[in-house]
């Protein structure tokens, strides 16, 4: 069975959520979110429109993802990919070269899919003048 494991917020699941997810999920045969807790995006100075445990449940409710854990702080990555045994990591190519992602090569394949051209959490916000 080969695990992938991707990270983010997941805020306001739109289409280009969906579509990573879907083709996160080809990539392998179980499909791990490790999702942002409000205090880790506090920390990044983001906030959230929906509380962890909303994002959490969509997540679950969507077919390609198998399990949600906790991202609770940048430097917890190598450790996820041990404990849950991951092949790959998966993210949006706006990831690439980050280093918070380039020291998991040493331990799992990095994989980094373009983003959905025309959406994203920023930009609905934005529009519906948030």
Request: proline residues 1%; aromatic residues 10%.
């Amino acid at each position: 069975m080969r695990r992938i494991l991707t990270y983010g917020t997941f805020d306001l699941l739109h289409w280009g959520h969906i579509r990573l997810l879907k083709r996160a999920r080809a990539q392998g045969d179980y499909l791990i979110v490790a999702l942002s807790t409000e205090e880790f995006n506090a920390g990044k100075g983001k906030r959230t429109y929906h509380d962890y445990e909303t994002r959490k449940k969509m997540l679950e409710a969507v077919r390609y993802v198998d399990l949600v854990i906790p991202e609770e702080r940048w430097d917890q990555k190598v450790s996820d990919v041990k404990r849950y045994e991951i092949d790959a990591v998966v993210m949006g190519a706006d990831w690439t070269g980050d280093e918070r992602f380039e020291i998991l090569r040493e331990h799992c394949e990095l994989i980094f899919l373009e983003r959905t051209e025309g959406i994203s959490t920023t930009k609905i916000k934005e529009e519906l003048g948030r």
